[in-house]
């Protein structure tokens, strides 16, 4: 049998990540354009920060409350079909969000923006896995540049907008490229309409999971608050619920668990889960400790980071040759390994004090450590699962993903926070940092144990008939 990785790609594979790669940088790049711009927006829309602030909040919340939709719409519509309307939705909401005239109103818009940009992301990613198939983790390594570059130039493109024009252009900028996509996907996408398979809606899981997941998200944001607490815990309650009733129902349900009855799809899951909750609670600890411990400022810390999304960006596009070279277990394994030996460098400098030429090196092969855990283990669990089944393999594997991070984050700051609270000085706030980097490694650890139960080959994976 041709090895995966030596087989050559076809012109319909890079059709394909073409249109897909605009919904995920595009989604991508909203996500992060209107954070250093809340400022002007509370001036000029006259409202308070606090306020203003769901600009950002509510489209992250509408992303997730339609991610379990995701599965069902495809199966219903096709994917081509779902992803024309989406961002067709996406853009003209984006039209509506420059010309919104109150906090009230671009708040809003921007609900309606995140409702239809969430499902972009994991859209791409079908469309992806469906076409490269066992090939993925070599398609994904090409395309990842610019996914990758878009929450560095998100900040950097409003910057420039807001120092030459109205605030409003953050989301007209969004129409001309918005255009281009729906003509790419009009005219590229293949049909896919003998996947489709009309099912019924699972209301009550829906009603469960959807309001659920938003819920958590939002609780593991504010947790320092009772409402927080009190969304957090009706979040989990809801989600249980749901578990509980798909447990009984059979393919009509809303995310079907007898996926994760395939070894290697659940090893990749929680891979997935660890590794992404290890990249979020990275990114709420690394710039907290170079603030509040090591005394740098918010603009020091913005290139002080960017090492990390350069170790990142050297390997994506090694991806294919690693796999080939190492396999799927060592190649993931191995970079929760590095990344979590690279995390131990942060407990050195808690304890040592600030070094530049500690931190750069660190945060690159963190980076570096990060970007080879997540393909290869997402390819190992869509090798599992035949295409028809492919758009609620993409939702359940996107659901994982979107609470590994809030859950392993609220856990690394409830620690961070008591231990800060056992003390005062400058000690103890080293000392918290260096227990908080220790959890984090201690997290990369697990992340590498999972890892290792992942096939240690793609021929290793049972093929979806089997």
Same mark, same amino acid.
């Given at each position: 049998?041709?090895?995966?990785?030596?087989?050559?790609?076809?012109?319909?594979?890079?059709?394909?990540?073409?249109?897909?790669?605009?919904?995920?940088? *595009?989604?991508?790049?909203?996500?992060?354009?209107?954070?250093?711009?809340?400022?002007?927006?509370?001036?000029?829309?006259?409202?308070?920060?606090?306020?203003?602030?769901?600009?950002?909040?509510? /489209?992250?919340?509408?992303?997730?409350?339609?991610?379990?939709?995701?599965?069902?719409?495809?199966?219903?519509?096709?994917?081509?079909?779902? /992803?024309?309307?989406?961002?067709?939705?996406?853009?003209?909401?984006?039209?509506?969000?420059?010309?919104? #005239?109150?906090?009230?109103?671009?708040?809003?818009?921007?609900?309606?923006?995140?409702?239809?940009?969430?499902?972009?992301?994991?859209?791409?990613?079908?469309?992806?896995?469906?076409?490269?198939?066992?090939? %993925?983790? !070599?398609?994904?390594?090409?395309?990842?540049?610019?996914?990758?570059?878009?929450?560095?130039?998100?900040?950097?493109?409003?910057?420039?907008?807001?120092?030459?024009? @109205?605030?409003?252009?953050?989301?007209?900028?969004?129409?001309?490229?918005?255009?281009?996509?729906?003509?790419?996907?009009?005219?590229?996408?293949?049909?896919?309409?003998?996947?489709?398979?009309?099912?019924?809606?699972?209301?009550?899981?829906?009603?469960?999971?959807?309001?659920? *997941?938003?819920?958590?998200?939002?609780?593991?944001?504010?947790?320092?608050?009772?409402?927080?607490?009190?969304?957090?815990?009706?979040?989990?309650?809801? %989600?249980?619920?749901? *578990?509980?009733?798909? !447990?009984?129902? &059979?393919?009509?349900? *809303?995310?079907?668990?007898?996926?994760?009855?395939?070894?290697?799809?659940?090893?990749?899951?929680?891979?997935?889960?660890?590794?992404?909750? &290890? %990249?979020?609670?990275?990114?709420?600890?690394?710039?907290?400790?170079?603030?509040?411990?090591?005394?740098?400022?918010?603009?020091?810390?913005?290139?002080?980071?960017?090492?990390?999304?350069?170790?990142?960006?050297?390997? /994506?596009?090694?991806?294919?040759?690693?796999?080939?070279?190492? &396999?799927? !277990?060592?190649?993931?394994?191995?970079?929760?390994?590095?990344?979590?030996?690279?995390?131990?460098?942060?407990?050195?400098?808690?304890?040592?004090?600030?070094?530049?030429?500690?931190?750069?090196?660190?945060?690159?092969?963190?980076?570096?450590?990060?970007?080879?855990?997540?393909?290869? @283990?997402?390819?190992?669990? /869509?090798?599992?699962?035949?295409?028809?089944?492919?758009?609620?393999?993409?939702?359940?594997?996107?659901?994982?993903?979107?609470?590994?991070?809030?859950?392993?984050?609220?856990?690394?700051?409830?620690?961070?926070? #008591?231990?800060?609270? @056992?003390?005062?000085?400058?000690?103890?706030?080293?000392?918290?940092?260096?227990?908080?980097?220790?959890?984090?490694?201690?997290?990369?650890?697990?992340?590498?144990?999972?890892? %290792?139960?992942?096939?240690?080959?793609?021929?290793?994976?049972?093929?979806?008939?089997?």
């Amino acid at each position: 049998m041709a090895d995966p990785a030596q087989e050559k790609l076809s012109p319909e594979v890079f059709k394909v990540s073409a249109v897909a790669l605009f919904g995920t940088v *595009l989604s991508q790049l909203d996500a992060t354009i209107v954070n250093v711009s809340l400022t002007s927006l509370a001036a000029d829309l006259h409202t308070t920060l606090s306020t203003i602030q769901w600009v950002t909040s509510g /489209y992250l919340l509408a992303l997730t409350l339609v991610l379990p939709l995701n599965g069902w719409l495809v199966d219903r519509i096709g994917a081509r079909a779902v /992803y024309l309307w989406c961002f067709t939705a996406f853009t003209l909401s984006s039209a509506l969000c420059g010309f919104a #005239w109150s906090a009230g109103s671009l708040i809003g818009f921007r609900v309606l923006q995140g409702v239809s940009g969430g499902l972009l992301a994991p859209m791409a990613q079908m469309m992806i896995a469906r076409a490269a198939g066992r090939q %993925m983790a !070599r398609v994904v390594g090409y395309i990842a540049a610019p996914v990758l570059l878009a929450p560095v130039l998100g900040p950097i493109i409003a910057g420039a907008i807001l120092q030459h024009a @109205s605030w409003r252009w953050l989301f007209l900028v969004n129409l001309p490229v918005g255009a281009i996509a729906i003509l790419l996907a009009f005219f590229l996408l293949p049909s896919d309409s003998e996947h489709t398979r009309p099912r019924k809606l699972d209301w009550v899981g829906l009603m469960l999971l959807s309001p659920g *997941l938003t819920l958590f998200l939002y609780g593991s944001d504010k947790m320092g608050e009772a409402v927080g607490r009190v969304s957090l815990a009706a979040g989990l309650a809801m %989600m249980a619920a749901f *578990l509980w009733t798909a !447990r009984k129902k &059979g393919g009509d349900v *809303l995310v079907d668990l007898r996926l994760f009855k395939a070894r290697a799809f659940s090893t990749a899951a929680v891979t997935q889960f660890l590794a992404n909750g &290890g %990249m979020f609670a990275g990114q709420m600890l690394i710039p907290a400790f170079l603030i509040a411990a090591c005394g740098r400022t918010p603009a020091e810390m913005g290139w002080m980071l960017a090492p990390q999304g350069l170790g990142m960006m050297v390997i /994506y596009p090694s991806m294919g040759r690693l796999t080939k070279s190492f &396999g799927i !277990r060592l190649t993931s394994a191995g970079g929760a390994l590095l990344a979590g030996v690279a995390t131990l460098a942060f407990v050195w400098l808690a304890m040592q004090g600030f070094a530049l030429i500690v931190l750069v090196p660190a945060l690159i092969l963190r980076g570096m450590g990060m970007s080879a855990v997540g393909v290869p @283990s997402m390819t190992a669990a /869509y090798a599992t699962v035949d295409k028809v089944r492919l758009p609620m393999a993409t939702t359940s594997i996107n659901i994982v993903q979107r609470l590994g991070g809030p859950t392993m984050t609220t856990l690394a700051a409830t620690f961070l926070a #008591w231990r800060l609270g @056992s003390g005062t000085g400058g000690a103890t706030v080293s000392a918290a940092y260096a227990a908080a980097f220790l959890l984090l490694a201690a997290l990369h650890l697990c992340t590498f144990m999972m890892a %290792m139960r992942l096939p240690r080959q793609l021929g290793d994976v049972p093929s979806p008939s089997g």
